[in-house]
Structures are given as C-alpha cells and as structure tokens.
C-alpha cells in the first residue's frame, strides 16, 4: 500500500501531522511504520492535547514512590510495604460492545499493576450511564456489569467499591473506569525501563490475533452512526490466562532476572516496546517471525498494531531465557525471545528477513505532537433565588422519599452482589459504604479506596468541580478512618478541539490541581480520556478520582452504620443552605441552573483532619460524609444500615427547614457519638475551630423531625433499595 | 492433623484456604495439579475459584487432571476430601457427589451472606456443632444444585444432604434460596459422608472483621472430629 496524505488521514493523523512524520524520517513512511506513528501519536496514548495541562498536578509528596509515567503509582504504606495504584477509561470499547469493553477495562488496569510485581488486592469501578429511560441503557448498565464481575472475579481479586451514575449526557458515550490496587514489598517494585546492550526481549502470555487492532486510535475519535462497524477494534478478554499470567510473571519476579517489563495494553507490542526503549534511551530490534500468533499469514501491520490481551514484554537479564521459560511452559503460556535491545536507539523490525521498520525512537515519543488547544474560560453562573412558596408545598418526607430512591442516590446492591468483594479473604468494608477496605494481608494495616465524580457541579463550574471531587475523595477515605495518600484520575471529557470541552478540561484539571496541592493528597497515575460524545453532543465534564488512604490499625476503621440506641448524631461542617445544583433543586425543583457548591480548601482539610483526630481518641461510632442529597440523605443512609431510628431536630437557624436538610454544603460529616463522650467531642470541635450542629439522637427504628413528622426506617429503605432491582428486573 | 489444598490453574481461593487451615491447627500443603502424588493427608481440600477458566463447564476439565486420580484412589478409600464452590463443582464432575450444579437462576454471578441449616451432624464435618443455622458466605455463578428424581431420592433416604439455604431461624423456603437449587441443597456428601462438597464458602467467614466468625466454628469443629 502506498502511503499518502490521505491514508494518514485515515489513520487519525492529521494533515501537519503527517507533514512532521515525513520530516523527521526524511521519507515517506511505509504502511507499518505509518501504523506505528498513529498508534502512538494519537489522543489517547501521545497525550497531545492534555500534556501540557497535567504538568502542573501536583505529583510528588513524602509517600510518593512513583509519579505519573509509569504502569502505575506507588505510594509509600510503611513497613517495607507499598501500593501500586492507577484508574483507568474504557469508554468507547464499553458503548460498543459492554460485555467484552468492561472486562477487558478490568484486565488491562490490573495487568497495569501486577507489571509492576504487585498483587492486585481490590478493585474499584465508576460507571456512567444514560438516562433510565434511554433505550440503550438497561443492557448497557447489564453488560458492564457482567463484564466488570466476569474478569474481576475470575481473577479472585474483590472488587470493593464503586459508583453508577446515570445522566442523559451520556446516552451516546457511557463511561468504564477501572481502577487496582496492587501491594508490593518497596524493594520488589518493576519498572518499564530497558537497559543493557543486547539483553533479550521476551513477549509471554496470550497469542496475538487481529482483534483490537487499532483499538487506541478508535477511542481518540468522536462517535458517529457508523459506530456499530466497529466492533471488530473491541478487544476480546480472557481472564483465565490473565490469571496465569499474573501466577507466572509474581514467580518470575520472585528472582533477579528481569530488567524491565511492560504489559501491552493500548496500541500493543508498538506502545510496549518503544515506551521500553524510551525510557531507557536504547534502541529495540525485534524479529515479527518469532511473534507468537493465533492466526496464520498476519502482516507486521496487524502484528504490531493488534490489541489482543493478557501479553507481557519483557528484557530479561542474558542467560535467565531456560528458567524464565521453564515457569512460563509451567504455567501454558506462550514464551518467545522475539528480539534483543541494541545501542541504535531506533526501533528495529524485521519480517522474512527484511527489515519492515526503522523509525528512531525519540520520534516516536519526545517528538511527537502537543498542543496547546485554544479554550474557554467558564463563568461562574448566578445563584438562583428560591421561592419559599416552592418549598412551602413540600412535604419533606415525600421529598425524601425521592431522593433515596433517585438513580443516582439509591442502593446500588444489585450490583455489586454481583461482583466479589470478599474473595482474598481481607475485605474488612463492602461495596456500599463511604470506602472499600482491605487489610494489608497478615498485619494490622488496612487499606482504604474510594472513587468519585460529580459530573453535574463540573459542569456548572468546572473549575469548583475538579476541587469538590478531589474533596470527595478527600472525606469518603476520612469517613472510614483512613488518612488520604494518594489519588489517581481519570479524567473523562469531550473533544479538546471544541473550545468549551477544552476549556471544561483546563478548568477542572486546575482544579484538582489546587485541591490535591492543599490537601497534599498528590495525583500519581491517571489517564485522559477525550472525544466522549456522539456527533456534537459531548458528556458532562467528568473527572473521577480514586483515592487511597492507610488505616495504621483495621480495627480502628469506621462503619456508616448507626450503632446503638440513645447516642448523639451531630453534622460536622457547616450548613448555608446551598441548594444550587443540588439533587433537590435539579430534580425536586427542575431547576438545573446556578453554580455549584463553594469548596473552602481550609475548613476541607481542618474538619477533615479533625474528624481523624476523634476517630484516633476512639470517640466516633459511625461516620459518613453529606454529599448528594444533603444532610438528611446522609443520616437516612445510616439508618438503614444500622437499622436504627433519629429524632432530627433543625438548629434554630434562619434558613428553612428543607434548605437545611437537603442543601449540599461541603466539607461536612455526619457522627455518631456516645453521650458521655459529647463535652469531650465538642471540645475538641471548638478547639479545633470547626463548626458543628447537634442533629438529634438515635433512637429504635423511626426517623422523626422536629417531633413532628416521622416516618419507619422499613420506609425508607423500601424506597433506597427497590428502584434499582425493580428496573433492571422489568 | 496434615491438610492438602490442591490448586488447578484459575484457583483462585487455594491460598484463602491455605491460611485458613492454618489457622485451625492443620499444617497445610499447596499441591499443584500436575503432580502425580498426593502427600499423607488427613484431609484434601479442593478450593474454590475459575479452574481451567470454567471453560467447556465448571470443574470439568479439572476433574481429569492429573493429581484427581489419587484424590479419586484418595477417596475411594475412605479419605476426606472437602470440595469448596469450585471444588463442589469438580467433586460432582468426577462423580464422587451425585447431581450437577446449573447456572444460577437469576443468570447472575451473586456474592453475599446466606444462612445454612446443617441437615445431617452423623459424619465428621459436622459432628459436635451446637448450632443448628450457620452463617456462611456464597460468591458463585454456577451453584444451582439439580439431580435426578431417582437421585434425589436416593441421597435422601442416605441422608446425602448435607445443609440447605435457609433463614436466620432455620426456615428452609424458596424465599431464602439464592440461586435456584433443588430443595435448597447448598451441600451434599457422598454416600459415606467422607466426601463433602458445599457452595459456601466457610473460609472467608474466619475473623470478626470479616463477613462472621462460622466459618471459624466450622474449621475448629472440623479438625477436633478429626484428631
């Protein structure tokens, strides 16, 4: 095939791009060397558009072992002990086809961390779909779930958390994000960077095939009608032989013959290899003849461009080939020397004896193209005025009612009984509440991991946005006891060459930037996802982000769950009243205007660590962090998992009743407390000069307000727990 | 007392229960299915997990392999051999249990709590426990039990059944039955009551922090009978 301007264009590449290809090779490339140049100058694996935003994240920290540019980040848990964790997008393949895109999602974040020599210990999902009412979305929402709970659990490995969101701006585009986390003994970490002359390279693990070829490039594009053609770039997964390999590479890196190792996940042996090179500034030479593969007469076009799963590179020391081998053929997975590193600093391939590529390295990766993408500032938009007459009709147990029961608040056990969550034997907390928790196998430690967005405050306002959600995570760890280490995000957006999309991106990632620096809760692995739209309808902006956090003790981790009758329940942080935005005001008021809650990063990190300094005297019960829904939302949700009753009293404040409960004010905590312990608790509050109401006591199994209304905790659940199992069951 | 856990490729909870025959007393061995023999046991465990990816059906492939032939002779000749979710399904693919376990009636993988009433205690798996109701945890895809009318008949009048899904009080009723199973039989053993296979998982209930401790009375009890 003759290469051209227009085969470029057909590859994703634009026209200057195509331009800088020819200059830098000083020739026109041929068809595998063209292949190769947009498998790793497109959005997804160049990072072309977002590079120069995500520079200024703050990235580095005292846990911090490993930054972004790796498999994944590793932070620092003590005790010789680290964990590797990353998030990862696999929107486009989970639209098209949501069996195969969830699972492989799951596979290739975990194969993301066990490169690195750790064990995967849980994994974590936010899923974003479609209205309920789109046609699309019920077998969606089914087969990522299958698919998510298909890989996971054959992999025995829990999946402890998650979120499902549903909003109409991603009928056209759902989101997948998979996130992992591995441990790993500080000094067993591996890492992706070759080195030494004429090492051999080995490729182990799945065949390759012709599937997911050119899978990288399908999700830097927009989708169009045509969507259903591509089905055949969905990679196929099979997590039986991801289960071997992680066995077989945990052994191999149990001695000291690997150099340097990479999975091959987007853009296959073409990204593996050159990142490898790269990094170790070598050149790779790499013989296509001694690839194994599934299918007879592939071309070294759809050799290096498949996307087939479960495959592994790696440099070995020389002389370690025999015994690496030995564990592989124990384990019946494939093991070939395919190639070895060279001084050339150039990537090197040949097939029947000719050479098919020669393209240097740095062309590939430090050359290739960034954009500083035009974008628009957002302004922040006016706050609404709300009518008392509007609120004066409610009745707030009906409201109440519907916000338990909204898709985006209610019970999502259908779910994740569908996941396990408990395999490994170390999940201390379930799916469900503010963190999954796993202990750190055999000690006193745990580990805390949460995953949040809120797509609808990103998009009234991008730049508060990207701070709440890193706030979110900030307290869902707080609320379980944990200390918050790290982060890892998945940022989740439209196209960057539409300026408002852009500018949500610029916005948001700002953001986060400020927020994570605050807190010094540093991001240390992410992924950008661009393009999630459908023709010219984009999703809402939607960061998400994985925290980490370390309990020192499990048996000091908290639990939302109210614990015992006649205890005091008061809401840390403090209530303006803040229903802009709200799932009240969008959904109780269909009104869908106004900013988003004002993050303060100081009462953030104040309430935040004072909250852990109680949680250390051993003064708190139960605790759980408002978000959607507001403060009685919140204290709802305790009750029914305590099985527990409150007779909730509004503080005399000025601001209505309903404003007060169902406003989403942030920074705010709800706990649970012993009477005995209250003066002490209020002490330490004011001490620390953090704002607190007293909201009531517990009591058997009603929720009163005010003395007033009341309605049966049974009530309340019946109305949290139905709408998901109803809908997926009609 | 001597413990073997045998790990298929795709086991996936072989070191679940490695620490938790440990726990218990019993020093364990990790045997891989390619070996020939089996070490002087006094009890073998079949873990649970995806052998052999449940390709061609659940536990199938795994049952020809290698080290089953002494776990059959094993068997055969008196020995205990506990089969735990996958393991339940290899122990009915070899036909040392009667019946076969189906898809799960709701066509859905479903991981949580569930209460067991144990049915029969003359064997040793359950002699001496007090309690009538377990609290054990499920996590399968494939755990419908189904047999025979003929069968069924037969493991009743040998008191086959092991424990059924049940209530908190020992109510056994299709309302508390996860997955469809016949009578609601979550465990059966053979004829002899030495070879016992069950869906629930009793090793990941071992630590208050956990799902429940049953599992820890099961595991105690269990190497108490035996000693």
């Given at each position: ?105 799951v596979?290739?974040?975990m194969?993301?961390v ?5 064990r995967p210990i849980a994994n974590l999902n ?22 998510i709970g298909?890989y996971g659990n054959c992999m025995g490995v829990p999946t402890i958390a998650g ?15 998979a996130m992992t986390l591995g441990l ?59 289960k ?172 994740w009984q569908q996941y396990d969550h408990t395999v490994m034997g170390d999940t201390i907390q379930k799916p469900g509440g503010?963190s999954g928790v796993v202990r750190v196998h055999?000690?006193?430690?745990a580990v805390a991991a ?281 | ?11 996936n909870c072989?070191r679940d ?31 649970g997990g ?59 993988f479903?991981c949580k ?24 945890h499920?996590a ?61 998982h009793?090793e990941r209930?071992?630590?208050?922090a956990l799902s ?16």
């Open positions: 095939m003759i290469v051209n301007e227009q085969v470029a264009f057909d590859h994703g590449l634009k026209k200057n791009e195509y331009a800088k290809i020819c200059e830098l090779l000083k020739r026109i490339p041929n068809i595998t060397e063209l292949g190769i140049f947009s498998a790793m100058w497109n959005e997804h694996c160049s990072y072309k558009s977002s590079r120069l935003h995500l520079k200024k994240l703050p990235t580095k920290g005292k846990q911090v072992i490993q930054g972004p540019g790796e498999n994944a980040g590793v932070v620092d848990i003590g005790d010789n002990d680290a964990i590797v964790f990353k998030i990862e997008s696999h929107n486009h393949p989970s639209f098209i086809e949501p069996y195969q895109g969830a699972a492989t999602g596979g290739g974040i194969r993301d066990f490169t690195m020599g750790a936010s899923i974003h779909f479609g209205s309920p009412q789109h046609k699309k979305t019920k077998n969606l929402l089914r087969g990522v779930v299958h698919g298909g979120q499902t969101n549903f909003d109409s701006s991603y009928n056209g585009n759902i989101l997948v994000n790993v003994k500080k000094d067993k970490i591996f890492y992706s960077k070759a080195a030494g002359l004429n090492k051999p390279v080995i490729y182990v693990g799945s065949k390759t095939g012709r599937d997911g070829i050119h899978g990288a490039s399908m999700a830097s594009a927009s989708f169009d009608e045509k969507i259903e053609e591509k089905k055949p770039t969905v990679q196929v997964g099979d997590p039986f032989t991801e071997l390999l992680l066995e077989a590479c945990l052994e191999l890196m149990s001695g000291d013959s690997i150099i340097a190792i990479q999975d091959m996940g987007a853009a296959g042996l073409t990204s593996s290899s050159i990142e490898m090179a790269s990094k170790g500034n070598l050149g790779i030479e790499i013989n296509l003849n001694e690839v194994p593969c599934r299918e007879t007469k592939m071309t070294p076009y759809e050799i290096m461009l498949s996307e087939s799963q479960e495959r592994m590179l790696i440099v070995l020391e020389n002389g370690k080939e025999e015994q690496a081998k030995k564990i592989f053929d124990k384990w019946n997975l494939d093991f070939a020397v395919i190639g070895k590193t060279t001084k050339s600093k150039k990537i090197e391939l040949y097939f029947d004896n000719e050479k098919v590529v020669d393209i240097p390295v740095n062309t590939l990766v430090e050359n290739s193209p960034m954009y500083d993408r035009k974008w628009k500032k957002a302004k922040l938009p006016k706050k609404n005025k709300i009518k008392k007459e509007d609120l004066k009709n409610l009745k707030i147990i009906d409201v109440l009612k519907k916000v338990l029961a909204h898709p985006n608040v209610c019970s999502k056990e259908w779910i503010d055999g000690s006193d430690k949460s995953v949040d967005s809120s797509a609808v405050y990103c998009w009234a306002h991008p730049l508060t946005g990207g701070k709440q959600v890193v706030c979110e995570s900030f307290r869902n760890l707080i609320s379980v006891g944990a200390k918050p280490v790290a982060i890892t995000n998945c940022l989740n957006f439209g196209s960057p060459e539409n300026e408002e999309n852009m500018g949500e991106f610029v916005e948001c990632v700002q953001g986060i930037g400020e927020a994570a620096e605050y807190l010094k809760f540093p991001v240390v692995s992410g992924n950008v996802s661009f393009y999630n739209q459908t023709k010219d309808e984009g999703i809402k902006p939607t960061p998400s982000i994985g925290g980490v956090g370390l309990i020192k003790n499990y048996k000091m981790m908290i639990t939302m769950d109210f614990k015992e009758v006649d205890n005091i329940v008061l809401v840390i942080g403090k209530t303006e009243g803040h229903v802009d935005q709200s799932l009240f005001a969008r959904n109780i008021l269909d009104e869908k205007n106004g900013p988003p809650p004002e993050i303060n990063l100081f009462n953030e990190k104040n309430n935040g660590e004072t909250l852990l300094k109680l949680i250390d005297s051993g003064y708190i019960k139960s605790a759980h962090d408002v978000s959607v829904g507001g403060i009685i939302t919140a204290v709802s949700k305790m009750c029914i998992k305590g099985n527990k009753g409150i007779n909730l009293k509004k503080p005399k404040f000025l601001i209505n009743q309903i404003e007060y409960f169902f406003a989403e004010d942030q920074g705010r905590y709800i706990i649970e407390i012993s009477k005995e312990n209250q003066k002490k608790v209020a002490d330490l509050l004011n001490k620390n000069a953090v704002h607190f109401d007293e909201l009531g006591t517990i009591n058997e199994n009603e929720l009163y307000i005010n003395d007033k209304t009341k309605v049966t905790i049974d009530e309340l659940k019946t109305s949290n727990t139905s709408w998901l199992t109803s809908y997926m069951s009609k | 007392m001597k413990s073997s856990v045998i790990t298929f490729p795709g086991s072989d229960m490695d620490v938790a025959l440990k726990k218990f007393g019993f020093k364990n061995k990790m045997i891989w299915h390619d070996d020939a023999e089996l070490p002087k046991s006094d009890l073998v465990v079949l873990p995806f052998s052999y990816g449940d390709y061609l059906r659940c536990g199938s492939m795994a049952s020809k392999s290698k080290i089953m032939k002494s776990v059959l002779n094993f068997a055969n000749s008196g020995g205990m051999v506990m089969g735990i979710c996958n393991g339940f399904q290899i122990l009915v693919e070899t036909g040392l249990v009667p019946g076969v376990l189906l898809r799960n009636k709701y066509l859905e479903i709590n569930v209460f067991v009433k144990i049915n029969n205690k003359h064997n040793t798996y359950f002699k001496n426990i007090d309690s009538e109701v377990l609290k054990f499920i399968h895809n494939e755990g419908n039990y189904f047999c025979t009318k003929d069968q069924l008949k037969e493991i009743e009048d040998n008191e086959q059944i092991a424990i059924n899904y049940c209530d908190k009080d020992g109510k056994i009723e299709e309302q508390f039955n996860p997955n469809g199973s016949l009578k609601n039989i979550a465990g059966i053993f053979n004829k002899e009551k030495n070879v016992f296979g069950m869906m629930p009793p209930m071992i630590d208050t429940g401790e049953d599992g820890s009375l099961f595991f105690n009890n269990l190497i108490n009978n035996l000693k």
